[in-house]
């Protein structure tokens, strides 16, 4: 499986700013994930990230709220903006096995996000 | 709305026990089912997946799959106690799109 980084690892963040999260895969792949886990709860996908086109948003999360960019095959960023203590979160960025066709998916370390 | 159920637990068991994780799945056009390990502050880790009906070995644990009951369930057999986590099932509806369900807690006891 690839390895995966993302930085920061967590961070606490004051209400109204915004916090970029960074992605880095070990591997080319074509599509990454990122995910919310909200305490307590399971993890929801925000969106997906395709190199070279616009990240596809899951029903409840907005562009202007989380905007992704994939500047490359192994690199995406996530931006939680304008925050508030309801993002308090892990986020985690996830890619697709190589060379399997039962999308299986690896998960990043995570960031924990607190918001003050 | 594609819903995943597990019970949230925990689930105590005695060391050198078996056990058994269970979850249900909404969706019939589901096509592959994943279980994941996630201990305290750290991501999921991938434990096994499972794709048609019947069961799947691997080590200690086996995945038991049942399309009709849209039913899946994880075994552990010998239980450790470094198997105490959460266990997080995820079905996959279309390419990647994982729908997991809250977790179980696993607790084994030494």
């Known amino acids: 499986s690839a390895v995966i980084s993302q930085k920061p690892s967590r961070d606490i963040c004051q209400r109204g700013t915004s916090l970029t999260i960074q992605c880095q895969v070990d591997?080319?792949?074509?599509?990454m994930f990122w995910y919310r886990q909200q305490p307590g709860q399971s993890l929801t996908l925000i969106a997906t990230a395709n190199q070279g086109s616009e990240a596809t948003y899951e029903s409840g999360f907005v562009i202007d709220k989380f905007p992704i960019s994939r500047p490359n095959l192994t690199f995406s960023t996530l931006t939680v903006s304008n925050m508030s203590p309801e993002d308090s979160s892990i986020y985690l960025c996830?890619?697709?096995?190589?060379?399997?066709?039962?999308?299986?998916?690896?998960f990043g370390p995570g960031t924990r996000l607190t918001v003050l | 709305q594609k819903e995943v159920e597990q019970n949230s637990g925990p689930l105590s068991v005695p060391e050198g026990a078996i056990a058994s994780l269970n979850c249900t799945y909404s969706?019939?056009?589901?096509?592959?089912f994943f279980w994941y390990r996630q201990y305290s502050g750290k991501s999921p880790e991938l434990i096994m997946f499972?794709?048609?009906?019947g069961d799947k070995e691997d080590g200690r644990f086996t995945a038991q799959l049942n399309k009709a009951s849209q039913y899946v369930s994880l075994l552990i057999r010998d239980s450790q106690p470094s198997d105490s986590a959460t266990y997080l099932c995820a079905v996959v509806s279309g390419t990647y799109k994982y729908i997991f369900g809250t977790g179980t807690r696993l607790k084994v006891l030494a």
């Open positions: 969706d019939r056009g589901s096509q592959s």
């Open positions: 996830s890619v697709p096995g190589g060379g399997s066709s039962y999308n299986e998916q690896f």
């Open positions: 591997s080319q792949v074509t599509m």
């Open positions: 499972i794709y048609s009906n």
